[in-house]
């Protein structure tokens, strides 16, 4: 769903992020699990979509991966 949400599917989007961020507050260790690799990944959309669904599961161990994609 993440790859999903990285690419323009020319919507809104807007239910597939709500569904993105419910997940990600479920199992927060289960979607940092996932979420962190991406977010250092090579795929532009992919990294960007990471580092969006990141910010609603931070630690405070994120901030230097958070501060080298702004």
Known sequence: ???AFGHDLGDDQDSLSATLTEFAH???????????PWAAGPDPDLRRAALWLLGFVPEP?????LA???
Request: overall charge positive; charged content about 30%.
């Open 1 to 3: 769903m993440l790859r």
């Open 26 to 36: 479920q199992d927060r260790a289960y979607a940092r699990s996932i979420v962190l």
């Open 61 to 65: 161990s994120d901030l230097d991966l």
């Open 68 to 70: 080298r994609n702004t």
